[in-house]
């Protein structure tokens, strides 16, 4: 009897390392990314090389680039998605083909990443599924109609249609103040509670479905001076997504804390769990900390 127990603990202790190795093993290997651009009011030749630094460097990433053509003729354009664990979106255009927007919502549906880097948010207007991906959206015709706005107020997370006129606005381009409101994410766990941003747009009076949105972090804007939601993330059907609206330009891309809150927000919309660590050179409350692409 007693060597029958003693095998059955060898047994057990033995498959707890097997399964130790697997999920390291797991965790090790990299996720495909694919970072789409191509049409944006925004630079994307030169923020899209930032994007794809910034994932590579951090070791859990291989990345490739999908760029659409230019003008309204996208049938050409047909990405696949099943290749991949995380879509990244650097884009602001014309809308994709039916086909491709039916692969895309399934593709989130059945649990693929994503992540909408900055102007992404203002896509894709008249598109309800993706509307409810990103959560709150901004410009291109979004107005009271396209849905309620999300700030943060007397310590919770508040959603309204608020007055009508358009959604979407932002004032000066200047370093402001990012605060932490769910600190337990797997995503900000470990940041500091506050830091500062380096110069950039702060988006505010977005709007949409806001169904199923967490957000992460806030600042105060100076065109409406509530807290606007920052980071957030959304569940939609078995994905999930990662919504930043950092990132105007690659002055504002080239910052310790967005990079570091990219790569852990796009390994969460990939696997749901985080394990890129939070850097020494994280900013703090009153200083920013540049980030500089690794040399080829």
């Known amino acids: 009897m007693r060597t029958n127990i003693i095998q059955w603990f060898r047994g057990v202790a033995l498959s707890a390392l097997l399964l130790s190795a697997v999920q390291s093993a797991s965790a090790a290997r990299p996720l495909k990314a694919l970072i789409i651009d191509g049409q944006n009011n925004h630079d994307w030749r030169s923020t899209t090389p930032i994007l794809r630094a910034a994932l590579e460097s951090s070791g859990r990433f291989i990345v490739d680039v ?39 919502v399934a593709f989130v549906q059945n649990g693929g990443g994503m992540v909408s880097v900055h102007a992404a948010d203002n896509s894709f207007d008249r598109w309800p599924e993706y509307n409810k991906m990103i959560g709150v959206g901004g410009w291109n015709g979004r107005n009271q109609n396209s849905g309620s706005m999300i700030r943060w107020r007397d310590g919770k997370q508040v959603v309204e249609v608020g007055q009508p006129g358009s959604r979407g606005m932002h004032g000066s381009y200047f370093s402001w103040v990012v605060e932490v409101r769910t600190p337990d994410h797997p995503i900000m766990k470990g940041l500091p509670s ?35 939601p920052i980071l957030m993330v959304i569940k939609y059907g078995k994905g999930r997504v990662f ?50 692409p690794p040399a080829k």
């Open 194 to 228: 506050r830091w500062l941003h380096t110069p950039d747009e702060l988006y505010s009076t977005l709007a949409g479905p806001a169904e199923n949105v967490t957000v992460l972090a806030t600042a105060n804007s100076d065109s409406t001076h509530e807290n606007e």
């Open 66 to 104: 999908a760029t659409t053509p230019g003008g309204k003729n996208l049938e050409s354009f047909q990405p696949d998605f099943s290749k991949y664990k995380v879509v990244v979106l650097n884009y602001n255009g014309e809308e994709w083909s039916a086909p491709v927007k039916a692969a895309f």
């Open 243 to 292: 919504h930043t609206t950092m990132g105007h330009s690659a002055q504002s891309m080239e910052d310790v804390a967005f990079v570091t809150t990219l790569d852990r927000g796009a390994e969460w919309a990939a696997t749901g769990k985080v394990t890129i660590p939070v850097p020494k050179d994280f900013p703090s409350a009153d200083k920013v900390s540049i980030w500089t």
